[in-house]
């Protein structure tokens, strides 16, 4: 038995045997001849986790090393430990997989022909009695999300055994406390014996969470079954691999509203891309709902959700991911519910979502913004410019003291030259309200971050003479404020401010709407992946 509470002063090298199909049976691994290299320490399969081969515990299923059948290209079969990498890559050479391939689904339009789905269909509907929408008008709108995904550097982890044989997990890049429990389950240990220290725990957004999963149950495995000290870096365990945040999603809706533009019922189809497992799928379905249930009290919301299955990464999205996709969708049909009734955009949202201090703070700015655009509109032709204000309040009380901080506002202002073919945000101005406790410019700073993040979502795209347009996403100004509604808790801004950063996607379409029909340069806007 190896000695836990030897220190070592070196981490052992780490690398890995990952799958070069997409999809296929695995017949058999042979590591007899690798485990012989002289300083091997050990090499480690599916077979040798403790306890439930699954990253995501409580919050979705996702297999941390392949177990009968390999899901997606560069999936982990096995992990090689050793003195050296120079050690581990050739006890890797010597690992023999033996694989029967099989066909794969691949994207979103064969899941959908092929019928291809985790499970049945889920269904929301927030009223059980027949729906009469006689009388009503109708809006129809039909949106489809290219994958976000990311090969960004996700930084390291530390982790080591301790005495009372558990694992202490460092890392300096992200917090490791909310996954605790996930690790436990994956170990078979008590989540008491999950030991963390994260010395700069606020440095990544709280929406990249889950993508450090893989990341931290390797090292913690192989601490464990090692009793050694191990490190992993993020570049060499994904090695290229796309780490997909959310993906392909397909949402189609049908709203119903009143003459004066308030919404009556809202019906949306949403089927996405969840990939090889379910991952945490289900987060960012309770996102989206999260945003049509604001409507439910005056509202008839239903909502169709197919679990789509693909042989990509599995779905590593939060409930962030899905309020964000709610919100675009929502804003979406206010503004055509708007033109269907000649009404300004703001007038329409204030009948149908709560605005809180963030909004009625910004309205000023924005009917003065909007005024100097106008203006400006008027004396130019081939540039314009355009402004919208965007609002969050999804703030649910919690008890009769506090909530849960999810109320804020932002104005955005946009400039389109088609002269010059750029697109540049001049301007940024957001509020956010949550519960706090700590510093406040650093948690400004925070959200500043996250807003940048949520701006990494879009791209612009023109094909005339076959160029891409300049854009310059960073606004000359940005302006960020937090208000405080006590200090009894203490929940990040980071989903609200990523959000919020939809106020940027809404005033670019409106700039392009400024050019009418006779606009000279072909600008089409996407939410893309632009890592």
Known sequence: MVDQNKNNVLPL?????????????IVSIDTSEAIKVPGVVSIITANDIPGDNNILGSQGSC?????????????????????????????????????????PIQGLLEAIDFDSKHHDSKEFNSIDNDFNDQGLDFVDTDHWFSENASTVDLGSVTAEPNKDGGVHIRTANFNVTDIASSLAKLLSLNETQIFTDSSDCDSFPKVTQLRYNHIMGIAALSSLITGKKIQVVSRTLFNGIKVINCGEVKIQSRVGFDSEGKIISFDSNLKLDCGSELGSSELIFLGFLKVLKKLEDEARVTANFDHCKTNLIPNMGTIQEGVWLGLMV????????????????????KK?????????????????????????????????????????????????????????????????????????????????EY??????????????????????????????????????????????????????????????????????????????????SGLPLNISFDILNTS
Not at 64 to 84: R, S
Not at 340 to 348: G, R
Not at 364 to 372: A, N, R, T, V
Not at 411 to 430: P, Q, R, W
Request: charged letters at 25%.
């Open 13 to 25: 090298e780490l690398t890995y045997v990952q799958s070069p199909y997409e999809y296929a049976e």
């Open 63 to 103: 297999e941390l090393l392949a177990e009968k059948f390999v899901n997606y290209q560069g999936q982990i079969l096995a992990i090689v430990v050793a003195e050296d990498i120079k050690i581990a890559n050739e006890a890797v050479s010597l690992i023999e997989v033996d694989y029967k391939p099989l066909p």
């Open 330 to 349: 929502l804003d979406d049909v206010i503004n055509k519910i708007a033109v269907k009734i000649s009404e300004p955009v703001n007038e329409v949202r």
């Open 352 to 432: 149908n979502m709560a605005t809180g201090r963030p909004y009625r703070r910004l309205e000023k700015i924005y009917s003065k913004k909007l005024k100097e655009v106008n203006a400006f509109n008027d004396k130019n032709e081939s540039t314009k410019k355009s402004v919208y204000l965007f609002n969050v309040d999804l703030s649910e009380k919690l008890d009769d003291k506090k909530g849960e901080g999810m109320n804020g506002a932002a104005v955005a202002e946009v400039e389109v030259d088609v002269i010059n073919e750029t697109l540049k945000l001049c301007y940024s101005n957001f509020i956010q």
């Open 435 to 516: 519960n706090w406790t700590g510093l406040y410019n650093r948690q400004r700073s925070i959200s500043v971050t996250s807003f940048l993040k949520g701006l990494d979502r879009l791209s612009v795209n023109h094909f005339s003479n076959s160029e891409r347009v300049r854009n310059n996403l960073f606004p000359d100004e940005l302006l960020c404020d937090v208000i405080s509604i006590n200090d009894e808790s203490s929940t990040t801004s980071t989903t609200l401010s990523y959000c919020l950063s939809l106020s940027v996607y809404f005033a670019i379409l409106e700039v392009i709407k400024n050019f009418d």
